[in-house]
């Protein structure tokens, strides 16, 4: 077991009270980039090296399986490794299935795999002509009600104020669910949310399950909790009982997920539930350069939920008593400062005073066409591959989908390699899958020797070699997987056995959590949260994409606002912002008006943020 004091080196003041207040109630509130897995997963380890906490009473959730195995993966590291952490979804559905042959009899009812088809059915039972994308709206809109923890005339009694899915009104709706939930238990299924809501319910009305279930677990943690949606809140209140060891961590500026029913206000009001709680807000930024962290604190400036330090040095951001982000004194000053001064500054001019980094410093490109944006973006990543910069490293972040496909165009023409996140499952890859099971069978009887030469010597068997092959191609690809693998061996700290080791891949594979792979990541600003990049493109910064033309009121504009910051702060070292000045109406949406071409405007949180424009192969405007 870990000493506790070691698990207490390595962290900041405010992260170190995080770790040590192990009981009682705990709000972290963590700005983007602060530590604040580092400082839960501390936490957790020091609760249980200090014995504070039976590994096997903790449970720690989130709200994706990739993060759940990225917190197990890291309390293996720090000792923890008896500690739960499981998606809400994971940890209600592994309850429902132990307690429902007690309690109801016979086994859990077979979750649906597709809500939109289930739906076309019951649509069909009640004559209610739905295309296949409006089956895909009313999903959605069924999984808001019941996340919402809506029944369906409390659900009725919303919708009226509600945007609903094109061309349906709420009568129709309202007995469109009727249908669903009736041809659901007709069928003897569950959908998603059922397991939740479930769960909870077994909960509410058997003393016996409740008993249970709160003697299994004592201590709860809750990561991202700024995404907790009514529902989930509901069934966390039912787990914890009457207890109160409860610490949650989140941040309010990255709550992308209102529209899908997270709310913020769970986190921000959490002190006022708990008036004994143990407030920790962690505003250090340790990801970004000081250029960066002012970006985003200029687009946050004034918010609520704005989760800041120390007012900015600025007499202007003193006023508006905004709190922001700062980066370390050690972080790295970033790239050299972009767009360049203009020439001809006379050499007997007064000495300019110091610079101070700022979001001016950040480049922001203007292209005519989203092509001319895209090869731009090509250009200028080839210059930093040249430079010596990890493809791996650096990401294009955009708004909707469709704009991959300028960006996939640019790229293959530029022979820059990428991989679209989400696009592909790495651990399906029948190359992968192979050679897990091998390292699987060799970790068995080889230990003692170093991790590469075990990990390398089963690889080279299966094809991989130190460089790559000279091909594109099915050849080209199997290496690529193969030296994705090695590159997690190079990731493995020093102590890690040969056995650990295969132990991570399964524990990836059951998650999917894939391995970087040699290519610059696209990504949606959406499925960019949580991760980090050296080097980070955002793209489409006009109106109508940031933000998005559908997004109307100051609710909806502020989400799209915390989108952009999301995006921002996932930049370690250089951020590089563009817009193309005609495209799609913006007006009606992105693919709506394919090869209409339109003028866009350069969206209004540049122009909060105080950005310059460069031409793409130009010069600063103001
Ligand atoms: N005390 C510290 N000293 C040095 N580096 C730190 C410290 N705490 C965190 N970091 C580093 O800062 C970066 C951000 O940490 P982490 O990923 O835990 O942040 P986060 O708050 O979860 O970020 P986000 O919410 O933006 O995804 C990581 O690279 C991490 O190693």
Not at 124 to 145: G, N, P, S, Y
Not at 160 to 188: C, H, M, N, W
Not at 556 to 571: H, P
């Amino acid at each position: 077991m870990t000493e506790p004091s070691a698990l207490l080196r390595g962290l900041d003041d405010e992260q170190r009270i995080a770790a040590t207040t192990v009981l009682g109630p705990v709000c972290i509130l963590a700005g983007a980039g602060t530590g604040k897995t580092r400082a839960i997963t501390h936490r957790i380890a020091y609760g249980v090296a200090t014995g504070a906490y039976a590994p096997n009473r903790v449970m720690a959730l989130t709200f994706t399986s990739r993060a759940a195995a990225e917190l197990r993966s890291r309390l293996r590291l720090l000792g923890a490794a008896g500690v739960t952490a499981r998606t809400f979804h994971s940890a209600a559905l592994s309850q429902l299935s132990y307690f429902w042959p007690q309690v109801i009899g016979g086994q859990v009812p077979r979750l649906i795999d597709s809500k939109a088809r289930l739906l076309g059915h019951a649509a069909e039972t009640i004559k209610l002509r739905a295309d296949t994308a409006a089956l895909r709206d009313l999903a959605t809109e069924v999984e808001w009600r019941k996340v919402s923890n809506l029944t369906i005339d409390q659900y009725a009694a919303k919708a009226r104020t509600r945007s609903l899915p094109v061309g349906f009104g709420v009568e129709q709706i309202v007995d469109l669910q009727l249908a669903y939930e009736k041809l659901k238990d007709e069928r003897r299924q569950i959908d998603f949310e059922d397991v939740l809501l479930a769960n909870a319910g077994m909960i509410e009305t058997e003393a016996s399950v409740a008993f249970q279930v709160r003697e299994q677990y004592r201590f709860f943690v809750v990561d991202e909790y700024q995404d907790v949606s009514p529902l989930q809140q509901h069934l966390l209140e039912l787990w914890l009982g009457d207890r109160r060891d409860l610490c949650v961590v989140g941040d309010a500026s990255q709550t992308i997920y209102s529209f899908a029913g997270a709310r913020s206000d769970y986190l921000l009001g959490f002190a006022s539930r708990y008036d004994d709680a143990t407030v920790v807000r962690l505003e250090r930024n340790y990801r970004s350069t000081p250029a960066i962290v002012d970006t985003a604190n200029r687009l946050m400036r004034g918010r609520q939920g704005a989760l800041t330090l120390q007012a900015v040095e600025s007499a202007d951001a003193a006023a508006s008593a905004a709190r922001a982000l700062t980066a370390p004194a050690a972080a790295p000053a970033g790239p050299p400062p972009l767009p360049p001064e203009p020439a001809g500054t006379p050499s007997s001019a007064p000495a300019a005073p110091p610079h101070v980094p700022s979001a001016l410093d950040v480049p922001l490109l203007e292209a005519d066409t989203d092509i001319a944006e895209a090869r731009a973006v090509a250009q200028s990543i080839i210059l930093e591959l040249a430079a010596g910069a990890k493809a791996q490293d650096v990401a294009i972040l955009y708004r909707v989908n469709a704009q991959a496909a300028a960006l996939e165009t640019a790229l293959a023409e530029a022979g820059v390699s990428y991989q679209i996140r989400g696009a592909r499952r790495f651990f399906d890859l029948p190359e992968v899958k192979q050679a897990v099971m091998q390292l699987r069978a060799a970790s068995v009887s080889i230990s003692g020797e170093p991790l590469f030469k075990s990990v390398s010597d089963v690889l080279r068997s299966l094809g991989w070699s130190q460089s790559a092959p000279e091909a594109r191609g099915a050849v080209r690809d199997r290496w690529e997987s193969l030296n994705a693998i090695m590159s997690l061996v190079d990731q493995a700290p020093a102590e890690l056995t040969f056995r650990q080791f295969t132990d991570e891949l399964m524990e990836r594979q059951a998650a999917h959590h894939e391995p970087t792979v040699d290519a610059v990541t696209l990504a949606t600003l959406h499925s960019a949260k949580g991760l980090e990049w050296e080097s980070v493109y955002l793209l489409g910064l006009s109106e109508g994409l940031v933000p998005i033309s559908y997004a109307s009121g100051f609710e909806q504009i502020d989400e799209e606002r915390r989108l952009f910051y999301v995006g921002i702060t996932r930049a370690r070292r250089r951020l590089t912002l563009s817009w193309a000045t005609r495209g799609q109406a913006a007006t009606e949406g992105y693919s709506a008006n394919r090869g209409r071409s339109a003028e866009r405007e350069r969206s209004r949180f540049l122009t909060e943020i105080g950005m310059r424009t460069t031409r793409a192969g130009g010069t600063p405007r103001g």
